[in-house]
């Protein structure tokens, strides 16, 4: 049994050294650089060769919530360029809808239909959690996205950001900023104080300034939105009147923290943001206001799905990776963006 | 409750409030509103969901017109629905609810607290059944007070309810989805009757309950005469302030049931539930028929108009379109189902 195992691990690895061999001598089919080119994946030579080609046609089943910022307009779209990239995948885009009700009703077609695999990125992932484990139960994988299950065998893959680890980067990152200042006021404007994943980016910042002696003094909750952030900022000023620094998890709800700061005319801090949006990036490379960093949380999660999703209908696996099935769990990281090392980030940061 | 109880309807709406209810005076008996014009009012609506049927059939087959998708749009249909014939009788006893969404996540809330819950396996899981039932009925009984013997216009009372419920929600579940693990319960709501969910056979059982009150019993003709006009309804001795009250309670308790559905279903307690419910069941209820000024109300074309809803989203899903364009698309529909319905009403009174 072992034996078999690690023989089809080894025949899988030398199949794909071969196929990789020619995939790089002749094209593929299948034209992945339409559309984004930077949602290929991370080695191209890796990624181009084997998996990207043309197999059966996969009819992958996706939802996610109402596409009510920034990031999450970019998870569907950036999906949705995936997928058009692969002429083997049919996607099936289900309306955004920010309703658990009505998000089980969607997966419950996509069971009916009897799609291959089924992406979801969950309103409220406790609440989806019945329905996906009936998904699997049906023997469709499902690829979690971003909120978690409660249930680990709801869930084929789950691919997700690092909240935590957010909050540590920017933690970590305020902590050298304000070297030496223990005295320092650290103020925080988080997202949606609901869901886990801003109590999870809370825990890490708290965390993380812990370390070097600091508190989050000034604390204020919005919900991703523009007017949200806004409103929120505002509060905020009013209360602390001189800080430091302040983190704001989301870079599409710090379109109104910037305006809020901008109209009540402070500067005295510095501002590091979050998710990594374009337009803050480019603010940071122009480094001519108060944000200085934003932490990266990629809105490129689904796109990455689809490739999973495709690869499990088709049984393939990872081309970077030794082992023959496709990995239970995929983390990505949270790096921090400055303005020395912002043009990596660029191309692949969101509109808001 | 005679006769003249017409044309003063409220001075809210003009044109449709004054042009039905001549009608609705003589058929003081609820059986010509069955019989009578109330058929030809729902052939608009049954039309218009026989074409989103017949939509659906062509567009997407044999996945639309399929047993299991049936029940997909049923099991979907079936929280706001039973929210949808608790507004009717409300906004046809003259009121509005704006704070349903808000009572069935308080609601939720309340009966999937860790008290709760281990009252529940201690006990018995009607426990949770009863809890989430009589928050809806006490959030009712707030709503009911104020309106019938406060004097606080329906629309204000129900708002200040909408922001309050969903903030001792949220206060209660520390902003957290509350995850249930009571094992009677699912068994109970996951149960099936000849392939039926329970959630589903409820939401049948409230619509016929539901009827039955609104067309057969005393209660319901007080509902009309109270909705229609407060002052006549007062003169012919029904206590319309008791009266008012007892439709918010009513309303409460299906935002409870309609709780537990969505319990059930998600497996979870969230202050989150119920987002715009006071939005679907009113548009759902004003396409069925009712009359938003009060007077009128029919609970089958309620759930016509709930099931015009449900079915439209499905069709949207089975056809893969594009979120804005739903939106648009849905819309435009509204407005043809109510198009179509006012002009059979129109051709049957005339009749």
């Given at each position: 049994m072992r034996t078999t195992t690690a023989l089809r691990g080894r025949l899988a690895v030398a199949a794909t050294a071969g196929l990789l061999v020619v995939g790089l001598a002749a094209c593929t089919g299948n034209d992945t650089s339409s559309g984004n080119d930077n949602l290929r994946g991370g080695t191209d030579g890796a990624a181009e060769g084997?998996?990207?080609?043309?197999?059966?046609?996969?009819?992958?089943?996706?939802?996610?919530p109402a596409a009510?910022?920034?990031?999450?307009?970019?998870?569907?779209?950036?999906?949705?360029?995936?997928?058009?990239?692969?002429?083997?995948?049919?996607?099936?885009?289900?309306?955004?809808?920010?309703?658990?009700?009505?998000?089980?009703?969607?997966v419950e077609t996509f069971i009916n239909d009897g799609v291959d695999a089924i992406v979801l990125l969950p309103f409220d992932g406790a609440a989806l959690t019945p329905i996906a484990l009936e998904a699997m139960e049906a023997g469709i994988p499902v690829i979690n996205v971003d909120r978690e299950f409660n249930d680990p065998n709801a869930a084929r893959v789950t691919i997700l950001g690092d909240?935590?680890?957010?909050?540590?980067?920017?933690?970590?990152?305020?902590?050298?900023?304000?070297?030496?200042?223990?005295?320092?006021?650290?103020?925080?404007i988080a997202g949606i104080d609901s869901?886990?994943?801003?109590?999870?980016?809370?825990?890490?910042?708290?965390?993380?300034?812990?370390?070097?002696?600091?508190?989050?003094?000034?604390?204020?909750?919005?919900?991703?939105?523009?007017?949200?952030?806004?409103?929120?900022?505002?509060?905020?000023?009013?209360?602390?009147?001189?800080?430091?620094?302040?983190?704001?998890?989301?870079?599409?709800?710090?379109?109104?923290?910037?305006?809020?700061?901008?109209?009540?005319?402070?500067?005295?801090?510095?501002?590091?943001?979050?998710?990594?949006?374009?337009?803050?990036?480019?603010?940071?490379?122009?480094?001519?206001?108060?944000?200085?960093?934003?932490?990266?949380?990629?809105?490129t999660q689904a796109a990455d799905a689809i490739r999973v999703a495709r690869l499990l209908a088709q049984d393939k696996a990872m081309a970077d990776l030794v082992e023959v099935e496709v990995p239970r769990q995929i983390q990505l990281f949270a790096p921090v963006v400055t303005a020395d090392n912002v043009e990596l980030y660029l191309d692949t940061a969101f509109e808001s | 409750m005679t006769e003249s109880s017409t044309g003063v309807a409220a001075p809210l709406t003009k044109a449709p409030a004054?042009?039905?209810?001549?009608?609705?005076?003589?058929?003081?008996?609820?059986?010509?509103?069955?019989?009578?014009?109330?058929?030809?009012?729902?052939?608009?609506?049954?039309?218009?969901?026989?074409?989103?049927?017949?939509?659906?059939?062509?567009?997407?087959?044999?996945?639309?017109?399929?047993?299991?998708?049936?029940?997909?749009?049923?099991?979907?249909?079936?929280?706001?629905?039973?929210?949808s014939i608790g507004m009717t009788f409300v906004i046809t006893g003259g009121g509005i609810d704006l704070s349903v969404g808000a009572i069935l996540a308080l609601s939720s809330v309340w009966c999937t607290t860790v008290a709760t819950q281990t009252m529940a396996n201690d006990v018995h899981w009607v426990t949770m059944v009863i809890a989430a039932v009589a928050v809806g009925a006490g959030c009712g009984l707030v709503n009911g007070v104020l309106i019938a013997y406060g004097g606080v216009v329906p629309f204000i009372a129900t708002l200040a309810m909408l922001a309050s419920a969903r903030g001792l929600a949220e206060i209660l579940s520390n902003r957290r989805t509350q995850i249930v693990d009571v094992p009677g319960f699912d068994a109970f709501?996951?149960?099936?009757?000849?392939?039926?969910?329970?959630?589903?056979?409820?939401?049948?059982?409230?619509?016929?309950?539901?009827?039955?009150?609104?067309?057969?019993?005393?209660?319901?003709?007080?509902?009309?005469?109270?909705?229609?006009?407060?002052?006549?309804?007062?003169l012919a001795g029904i206590n319309v302030k008791r009266h008012t009250l007892m439709l918010y309670v009513l309303l409460g308790v299906c935002c409870g049931i309609a709780a537990l559905m969505l319990i059930a279903r998600?497996?979870?307690?969230?202050?989150?539930?119920?987002?715009?419910?006071?939005?679907?069941?009113?548009?759902?209820?004003?396409i069925g028929g009712t009359l938003l000024a009060g007077g009128r109300g029919t609970i089958v074309g309620t759930v016509l108009g709930v099931l015009i809803f449900t079915t439209l989203t499905n069709v949207f899903t089975l056809n893969n379109r594009s979120i804005s364009e739903q939106a648009l698309l849905k819309g435009a529909i509204i407005v043809v189902a109510v198009l179509l319905q006012q002009r059979f009403a129109r051709r049957s009174d005339s009749s």
């Open positions: 084997s998996n990207d080609e043309e197999g059966d046609t996969v009819v992958i089943g996706f939802s996610a009510d910022h920034g990031w999450m307009a970019s998870i569907t779209e950036s999906a949705q360029v995936v997928a058009d990239s692969y002429g083997d995948v049919e996607l099936r885009i289900a309306e955004g809808t920010n309703e658990v009700n009505l998000q089980i009703s969607q909240n935590y680890g957010m909050g540590v980067s920017a933690g970590q990152y305020i902590c050298s900023e304000l070297e030496g200042r223990a005295d320092a006021v650290v103020a925080e869901l886990p994943l801003t109590q999870d980016r809370s825990e890490g910042f708290a965390e993380a300034l812990a370390e070097c002696g600091l508190e989050v003094s000034n604390r204020v909750a919005a919900d991703f939105t523009v007017e949200g952030g806004e409103r929120a900022a505002s509060n905020l000023l009013q209360a602390a009147p001189e800080i430091d620094a302040i983190w704001n998890h989301d870079d599409d709800q710090g379109v109104g923290v910037l305006a809020a700061i901008e109209n009540a005319g402070r500067d005295e801090f510095f501002l590091v943001g979050g998710a990594g949006s374009a337009n803050a990036m480019r603010s940071i490379q122009a480094g001519d206001g108060v944000l200085r960093a934003t932490v990266v949380y990629p809105s | 004054a042009d039905p209810p001549p009608s609705r005076g003589r058929s003081t008996s609820p059986l010509a509103a069955l019989t009578g014009s109330g058929v030809g009012r729902n052939l608009g609506l049954v039309v218009a969901l026989l074409i989103l049927c017949g939509v659906g059939a062509a567009t997407a087959g044999e996945r639309f017109a399929d047993l299991d998708n049936a029940l997909t749009i049923l099991r979907l249909a079936a929280a706001v629905g039973v929210v709501f996951g149960a099936e009757v000849l392939g039926v969910e329970v959630p589903v056979l409820l939401f049948v059982l409230v619509a016929i309950i539901g009827w039955v009150l609104l067309n057969r019993t005393t209660f319901g003709r007080r509902t009309v005469a109270v909705g229609g006009n407060p002052e006549a309804a007062r998600t497996s979870t307690g969230s202050s989150t539930h119920g987002m715009l419910y006071e939005l679907d069941a009113i548009a759902a209820v004003v």
